[in-house]
């Protein structure tokens, strides 16, 4: 027997389609379908754990005839209960991702990375792969912390440093 909570997960995914769902040649009318989930669904939230046979029977008459009429007598001569739930979910797949909008694609914007030289990039403290927004930044910070202008007391070695990555930074 089936249980009651995986029957009425499975209908409450078909209900939204019943509604949508319309074909010209269908026999019955889709407010009978809309009516009958209804009860059917009030009876499952009813009752807990095993479906009670004769609720199970109106489930399996109820999705029986319904896949008479959404699937063409063709697709399948003579279905049991589980292919008719199989088929089912099958198409509710196709539709729900008919319905879904689709998704747009994720464009990563990145960054050119510095082409300047090792060497000036160690002085910096920056690693080979620093993007150049990056190396502007720093090398911004780097002329106002060691040019000589602002900083009339530097040493001889800070100078020689300031002067070799200005250097290279002309290249």
């Given at each position: 027997m089936q249980q009651a909570t995986t029957a009425r997960a499975f209908l409450r995914r078909v209900y939204p389609w019943i509604g949508k769902?319309?074909?010209?040649?269908?026999?019955?009318?889709?407010?009978?379908?809309?009516?009958?989930?209804?009860?059917?669904?009030?009876?499952?939230?009813?009752?807990?754990?095993?479906?009670?046979?004769?609720?199970?029977?109106?489930?399996?008459?109820?999705?029986?005839?319904?896949?008479?009429?959404?699937?063409?007598?063709?697709?399948?001569?003579?279905?049991?209960?589980?292919e008719i739930v199989a088929d089912f979910r099958w198409w509710l797949g196709v539709?729900?991702?008919w319905g879904a909008p689709a998704p747009r694609p994720v464009r990563e914007r990145r960054e050119p990375l510095a082409e300047q030289p090792g060497r000036l990039l160690s002085l910096l403290g920056l690693p080979p792969n620093c993007t150049a927004g990056r190396f502007a930044t720093a090398w911004r910070r780097f002329l106002k912390r060691n040019h000589p202008d602002l900083n009339p007391d530097q040493t001889p070695e800070e100078r020689r440093r300031f002067a070799e990555a200005v250097a290279l930074w002309r290249r």
């Amino acid at each position: 027997m089936q249980q009651a909570t995986t029957a009425r997960a499975f209908l409450r995914r078909v209900y939204p389609w019943i509604g949508k769902a319309v074909h010209p040649r269908w026999t019955v009318r889709r407010s009978y379908y809309q009516t009958e989930m209804d009860a059917i669904l009030l009876a499952l939230g009813e009752s807990r754990g095993r479906l009670a046979p004769e609720l199970q029977l109106r489930l399996e008459g109820f999705l029986g005839r319904l896949h008479r009429e959404w699937f063409p007598p063709t697709w399948r001569n003579d279905p049991t209960y589980a292919e008719i739930v199989a088929d089912f979910r099958w198409w509710l797949g196709v539709a729900e991702r008919w319905g879904a909008p689709a998704p747009r694609p994720v464009r990563e914007r990145r960054e050119p990375l510095a082409e300047q030289p090792g060497r000036l990039l160690s002085l910096l403290g920056l690693p080979p792969n620093c993007t150049a927004g990056r190396f502007a930044t720093a090398w911004r910070r780097f002329l106002k912390r060691n040019h000589p202008d602002l900083n009339p007391d530097q040493t001889p070695e800070e100078r020689r440093r300031f002067a070799e990555a200005v250097a290279l930074w002309r290249r």
